[in-house]
């Protein structure tokens, strides 16, 4: 590990582009599929850098990535295409149905226009990181490698559920989002509108507006699917991925809501490649990719250093230049609190340093109760936590709300319903790369409950600013469903597993870490609204607690690194 710098193509004069051009192309099936197209003004051939989306094409991902003018004044043929049924592209939209064979036409398509030398490579996010995948399943000669950002490897774990709970906030607003591109699509004026206002203030409590507004959306399908099924077996690029093979650029941040399914790819092709894998992953959100992350500026190297590392790439594996990016090694970590890029010739780290729960019973009451020791406490102890669905645990920041990013939480910490356990401050500077894991020992008088936890960092002001966290839908043990007069009683304590989102991170000499636990994190993820009689009668009231010390060896699990050098 070491401080590195990010490698950029050798300078080159960038070439005139000309205006752009709109040319169709038809699928295998006879749909329209329409692309603009952007030339360098040259008469030489040039590879192909493909943009499969379905915002309309003349947003070209530019909240993220330079204009396809630019990428053309590099040497390259760029193509940005409307997807089936979107922008102005015709057939009906099916959400990934269509993209392996359309993806397949498309490259073979790209391949052929006037200029190309026959070399295509593909780029974008999200959907358009999405559509890369499914095009490499096919496996078109042309394509020669992909640089997908910010996707989902398995849907269902990846990008529709986090530990078994939907995603709510995030999931609700692309539906939203796009269910109003078809409404205006079809000039439906009246649902054009109205789901325009709701993707400005998020119809939480009334899912029937999607529904009566659109009944083909999948968001319906992705509620109706809540355990990993054949739907999304189907669905899901990793399915059909195992004999896939190219070199890939994978693209991530630390505070997007899809960065598993990033991860998740690139362990899969790193362990299996013949090619270059390469991984980079920044201070970001879903987007922007910008040095403020929330409330958190993390600098001039936060600045997005993609475009540039992306020519440098296409230069290497589509024009065959030595731009000496084989020499590097493949694994790029923004490291928040240096706010350095860090080299690593592995994702893996396997020197996993443990903090146990210790606690005088009223972790939840004071931020000074609950600690996190390098020792197991030898007496047990419990603390014990309401969650009231009538005042939710908010979602703030992280990975899985809108907006995301880092910002400061002391006032959620200082709730009666949210647990905290601190560290004393760092006697010297703690290095953090990977993920972190949860391993809290508990019970609770419901069948179903959840489980949030949240890593922060401490500063010596009590500032408290969110570094990662992870959710987990939970389920109790027991034998059968017991009740007393005075109600419920406590289920067998066991296990829970909740693995964090990763993060590259320092820790200062003399801050702190805390863990935070909530049974609620609203409304990044829905509510855990089912009964032990599946009727509501006492407003899902849960009662939860958390052992540590003693028999019940509640700890987190640190993914600690050397120091930077």
């Known amino acids: 590990m070491g401080i590195i710098q990010l490698p950029f193509a050798h300078y080159q004069l960038m070439l005139l582009v000309r205006p752009k051009e709109t040319v169709s192309m038809h699928t295998r099936d006879g749909v329209r599929l329409d692309a603009d197209i952007y030339y360098p003004q040259s008469n030489e051939q040039f590879p192909v850098l493909l943009m499969r989306q379905p915002y309309g094409r003349a947003i070209a991902s530019t909240v993220v990535y330079a204009h396809p003018t630019w990428y053309a004044a590099q040497g390259y043929i760029v193509v940005i295409q409307d997807v089936r049924g979107r922008g102005t592209s015709a057939g009906n939209f099916e959400l990934f149905s269509h993209e392996i064979a359309d993806g397949e036409d498309t490259v073979n398509w790209v391949a052929n226009l006037p200029g190309s030398n026959g070399m295509v490579g593909m780029y974008g996010f999200s959907y358009q990181g999405m559509t890369q995948l499914y095009a490499a399943i ?5 394509l020669k490698t992909i640089c997908p950002a910010m996707v989902g490897y398995d849907l269902y774990t990846d990008w529709a559920y986090e530990g078994g709970a939907f995603c709510l906030q995030t999931n609700l607003a692309w539906a939203i989002q796009l269910a109003t591109e078809t409404a205006r699509l079809r000039q439906d004026q009246q649902a054009y509108q109205k789901l325009s206002a709701a993707a400005r203030n998020l119809p939480l409590h009334n899912p029937e507006l999607l529904q009566n507004l659109a009944e083909d959306s999948f968001y319906h399908q992705w509620l109706g699917n809540p355990q990993p099924n054949d739907y999304w ?7 059909q991925f195992p004999d896939v093979d190219l070199p890939m650029f994978h693209i991530g941040g630390w505070f997007d809501t899809y960065l598993r399914g990033t991860m998740n790819l690139y362990r899969d092709m790193a362990a299996r490649s013949q090619y270059r894998q390469q ?4 201070p970001w959100t879903h987007l922007p990719w910008g040095r403020r992350v929330g409330e958190v500026d993390f600098g001039h190297e936060a600045m997005s250093p993609v475009d540039r590392m992306q020519i440098c790439w296409f230069d290497q594996f589509l024009k065959g230049k030595n731009t000496g990016l084989l020499d590097e090694v493949p694994v790029w970590l923004f490291e928040m609190g240096t706010n350095m890029w860090q080299g690593f010739p592995t994702l893996n780290s396997s020197n996993q340093k443990s903090y146990y729960l210790s606690s005088t019973g009223l972790a939840n009451m004071r931020e000074d109760e609950g600690t996190l020791i390098q020792q197991i406490p030898k007496i047990a102890v419990d603390d014990v936590f309401v969650h009231d669905p009538w005042r939710p645990v908010p979602s703030l920041g992280g990975h899985g709300a809108i907006p995301a990013g ?9 709730r009666g319903d949210v647990l905290t356990y601190t560290t004393e401050p760092m006697t010297e500077n703690l290095y953090l790369a990977g993920e972190t894991v ?3 020992w508990c019970q609770c008088d419901r069948t179903n409950y ?3 936890a949240v ?3 401490v500063f010596p002001n009590n500032k408290v600013y969110n570094l990662a966290q992870g959710y987990l839908r939970c389920q109790s043990e027991t034998s059968q469903n017991t009740f007393t007069k005075e109600g419920r009683l406590p289920r067998k304590a066991n296990q829970k597993v909740i693995t964090l989102q990763a993060t590259c991170t320092r820790i200062a000499k003399g801050h702190a870490l805390r863990l935070s636990l909530s049974a609620a994190c609203f409304p ?5 609204i089912d009964s032990d009689s599946g009727v509501n009668l006492d407003g899902n009231i849960t009662t939860i607690t958390v052992k540590s010390g003693g028999s019940f060896p509640s700890r987190i699990l640190l993914p600690v690194v050397p120091p930077s050098k």
Do not use: M, Q, W
């Open 406 to 414: 880092v910002f400061e939480r002391s006032h959620i910490d200082c």
């Open 233 to 239: 077996t189907k669905l899901s690029p990793k399915t």
């Open 524 to 528: 990044a993820y829905n509510l855990n």
């Open 438 to 440: 949860v391993e809290i």
């Open 279 to 282: 991984l980079l992953v920044g």
């Open 138 to 142: 096919a496996k078109p000669p042309a």
């Open 450 to 452: 959840d489980l949030c």
């Open 455 to 457: 890593l922060s960092e």
